[in-house]
Structures are given as structure tokens and as C-alpha cells.
T-cell receptor, first 111, second 118 residues
Framework: TQLLEQSPQFLSIQEGENLTVYCNSS?????LQWYRQEPGEGPVLLVT?????EVKKLKRLTFQFGDARKDSSLHITAAQPGDTGLYLC???????????FGKGTLLTVNP | GAGVSQSPSNKVTEKGKDVELRCDPI?????LYWYRQSLGQGLEFLIY????????KSGLPSDRFSAERTGGSVSTLTIQRTQQEDSAVYLC????????????????FGPGTRLTVT
């Protein structure tokens, strides 16, 4: 069973649209990270959330950690073609070193 | 400073041969991780190093897989007698801390080695 479920798996939108990607689990995480991966490259860390209910903003990206620290969302406002990539959420439990990754959301933003 | 580097970037090998994959972490990062990424499977944890020790090898798929780290820096992942199911992208990551703080989860990845076993 997948510990972290991401949805949707694929998302294709037009430039300028808004979107939300979800990361859900039945387990509690001590921290949760969001990464973006482009073809042929490794994942790049976008944000870490630690506190239940925490909201972090990174330009047009807004990340939220659920109150119970079991889920998270990533909202992108006015998407641009440069936002295209695979978005991965990853959760750490207990001692923090071992990340469990979701399978990712493949986002395509069309000009 | 420089990021995590991995070599080779691509490796094609014949079934049954041994391969070595190398990772150079970010200078000063004490923790190092190996993951495997296959199509449709997401990232799969293989092994975690804290310094030169590997307190968690639980993700290694079989005894054909081994890894070592020397001088608290460079790590090598070795796959013996490769099989076709070993084909994947092998990713290395490092972090400033291994445990105990959220920083441990802030892992910085290399570009990966794409392994193809024919």
C-alpha cells in the first residue's frame, strides 16, 4: 500500500489557470516536503512544512500542511509553462531521515 | 557551493555484469541517501548513511546490492550480477542532519544515474 497518495496523477492545463495538487495519508508525519522534478534531473526541494495548519508561500505557490499533519496541498496561481514538471510530496516520520514519497503529479502547463 | 553530483549519468550494462554508481554529496552534509526511481513506482528508499555508517539498509532489494561511504563524503552503490529488473534511475541525496530535526528531511538530490540492463 502507498503511504502517501497524490492526486491527481496527471494534470494538463492552460497558462494562467489555477490548480491544486493533493497529498494524503492515514499516517501522521513530523515534517512534509514538496519537491519538483524535471526530466533527466533529480528532485529539487521547494518547501518543508512542520506545524499542523502551517501555510507557506513561494511566489505563486502556496503550500498547506493539514491540521492533523496527515495531508498537504500545493496550490499554484496563474500557472506558467515553467511550472511544468513532476511534483512530489515526501513525508518524514519519527527520526526524520527516512522520507516516504508519493508517486507524484505530472503537471503540464500549455502556452 | 556545488550540489550533489553523480556518475556516470547513464550506464548500459549486460545482464550478469557488476556496476558501480558514485555519489559526491554536498560538502559538510553528514547524511547521505540512495533511492531508486522506476516508472510508475515513485522514489524507493534504499539506504541511509550517517557519516560512514549505514544505520538503515532496509531498502536494499537483495544481497546483490551494497553500498559504502568513505571519509564521510563519497559513496558508492554496487550492484552485482545485474538483472533487467534493476533498470531504473538511481538517485543520491544528502542532508545537513540525519535525524532529530526537520532539516533531516530537507534532502538535496543529484541528477541521478540511469541504469539500463540489457
Amino acid at each position: 500500500t502507498q503511504l502517501l497518495e497524490q492526486s491527481p496523477q496527471f494534470l494538463s492545463i492552460q497558462e494562467g489557470e489555477n490548480l491544486t495538487v493533493y497529498c494524503n495519508s492515514s499516517s501522521v508525519f513530523s515534517s512534509l516536503q514538496w519537491y519538483r522534478q524535471e526530466p533527466g534531473e533529480g528532485p529539487v526541494l521547494l518547501v518543508t512544512v512542520v506545524t499542523g495548519g502551517e501555510v507557506k508561500k513561494l511566489k505563486r505557490l502556496t503550500f498547506q500542511f493539514g491540521d492533523a499533519r496527515k495531508d498537504s496541498s500545493l496550490h499554484i496561481t496563474a500557472a506558467q509553462p515553467g511550472d511544468t514538471g513532476l511534483y512530489l510530496c515526501a513525508g518524514a516520520r519519527g527520526s526524520n531521515y527516512k522520507l516516504t514519497f508519493g508517486k507524484g503529479t505530472l503537471l503540464t502547463v500549455n502556452p | 557551493g556545488a550540489g550533489v553530483s553523480q556518475s556516470p549519468s547513464n550506464k548500459v550494462t549486460e545482464k550478469g555484469k557488476d556496476v558501480e554508481l558514485r555519489c559526491d554529496p554536498i560538502s559538510g552534509h553528514t547524511a547521505l541517501y540512495w533511492y531508486r526511481q522506476s516508472l510508475g513506482q515513485g522514489l524507493e528508499f534504499l539506504i541511509y548513511f550517517q557519516g560512514n555508517s549505514a544505520p538503515d539498509k532496509s531498502g536494499l532489494p537483495s544481497d546483490r546490492f551494497s553500498a559504502e561511504r568513505t571519509g564521510g563524503s563519497v559513496s558508492t552503490l554496487t550492484i552485482q550480477r545485474t538483472q533487467q529488473e534493476d533498470s531504473a534511475v538511481y538517485l543520491c541525496a544528502s542532508s545537513l542532519a540525519g535525524t532529530g530535526t526537520p532539516a533531516a528531511g530537507e534532502q538535496y538530490f543529484g541528477p541521478g544515474t540511469r541504469l539500463t540492463v540489457t
